[in-house]
Nanobody, 115 residues
């Protein structure tokens, strides 16, 4: 069973930064896609950023040029650097990893952007 464990969420003021990290229990080379979703209060979960193995990062329009996704193959982690945070970035952030047959989710880490 694959485990994805997120960390790094919290409360930050508008304009601030946070770095989320997702640690996988096995090599991230085994996944086709790794990425981050977020779920605002009362809204559905939506893609924030993703990386296809061997491909370029993909971002939601709302976070383009503010968020950066990266993967560390040696540490089996997927990070999300979030800059210039806005109140609308508030939500629970989930790490996702997909293989040919399965989709794995982390338990989520909450992010609140508020003054």
């Amino acid at each position: 069973q694959v485990q994805l464990v997120e960390s790094g969420g919290g409360l930050v003021q508008p304009g601030g930064s946070l770095r989320l990290s997702c640690a996988a229990s096995r090599s991230i080379f085994s996944f086709n896609v790794v990425g981050w979703y977020r779920q605002p209060p009362g809204a559905p979960r939506a893609l924030v950023a993703s990386i296809v193995t061997g491909g370029r990062p993909n971002y939601a329009d709302s976070v383009q040029d503010r968020f950066t996704i990266s993967r560390d193959n040696a540490k089996n982690t997927v990070d999300l650097q979030m800059n210039s945070l806005k109140p609308e970035d508030t939500g629970t952030y989930y790490c996702i990893a997909t293989s040919a047959r399965d989709v794995y989710w982390g338990q989520g880490t909450p992010v609140t952007v508020s003054s």
